[in-house]
């Protein structure tokens, strides 16, 4: 039961353009949601998050947005750099619960010079 | 501040012997959780401790997996009888979490890469 779901494994952008990573949820009960990137060889870091009583979160070149009627979220990355070449991780949570993260499957970004 | 440390970061061990994952939480985190990120997956939650306390163990294995978060010392992650299929990335992560506030931020550790032969 795949609750957070990255239908897209992998994204190439060009230097400069937007990178747009997509994310769906199946459950309602989720009140947070982050996204988190990964570098090989290193632990994933925490980029930026959202609660799920706003539809968008801006912090510097990030912004996430959320559509909770779609239960989608989106990560955008603007301008797009050759150092935000990694894997990005979304993941919801649940207020009350443990605080345990549950993760999509990554995508795979890769911002060409 | 080191952050969270994991050790060991490379694991080599045969089938039917045991792996022990050590992991430090960042100084004033009192809340540890485990995950497991098998080859091509996402992060997938294994369990979650406090101090001498296994609070939600929901998503570890029923058999061989155990996890320990003593009063003093790291938390570990010990797998009895590796096999095979237990070859991934463990990770670690801490935080401070309060319940009553937002969103769950949690610092990971670089990672315990376990490869059973």
């Known amino acids: 039961d795949q609750q957070v779901k990255q239908n897209s494994p992998s994204l190439s952008v060009q230097e400069g353009r937007i990178s747009i990573l997509n994310c769906d949820y199946t459950?309602?009960?989720?009140?947070?949601f982050l996204w988190y990137k990964k570098y090989p060889a290193e632990g994933p870091t925490f980029l930026i998050s959202i609660s799920s009583i706003k539809d968008k979160n801006e912090d510097g070149r990030f912004t996430v947005f959320l559509n909770k009627s779609a239960k989608h979220l989106s990560l955008h990355i603007v301008p797009s750099q050759p150092g935000d070449s990694a894997v990005y991780f979304c993941?919801?949570?649940?207020?009350?619960?443990?605080?345990?993260?549950?993760f999509g499957q990554g995508t795979t970004l890769q911002v060409k010079p | 501040n080191a952050g969270v440390m994991q050790n060991p970061r490379h694991l080599v061990r045969r089938r039917g012997q045991e792996a022990r994952l050590r992991c430090s939480p960042m100084k004033g985190h009192s809340h540890v959780y485990w995950y497991r990120q098998l080859p091509e997956e996402g992060l997938k939650f294994m369990v979650y401790l406090q101090k001498e306390n296994i609070i939600d163990e929901s998503g570890m294995p029923k058999e061989r997996f155990s996890a320990e978060f003593p009063k003093e010392g790291p938390s570990i992650l010990r797998i009895q009888q590796v096999v095979r299929g237990d070859s991934a990335a463990y990770f670690c992560?801490?935080?401070?979490?309060?319940?009553?506030?937002?969103?769950?931020?949690?610092?990971f550790g670089a990672g315990s890469r376990l490869t059973v032969l």
């Open positions: 993941a919801a949570s649940i207020s009350g619960n443990t605080g345990k993260l549950i």
């Open positions: 992560a801490s935080s401070p979490y309060e319940q009553a506030s937002g969103a769950n931020v949690l610092t």
């Open positions: 459950n309602s009960m989720f009140d947070y």
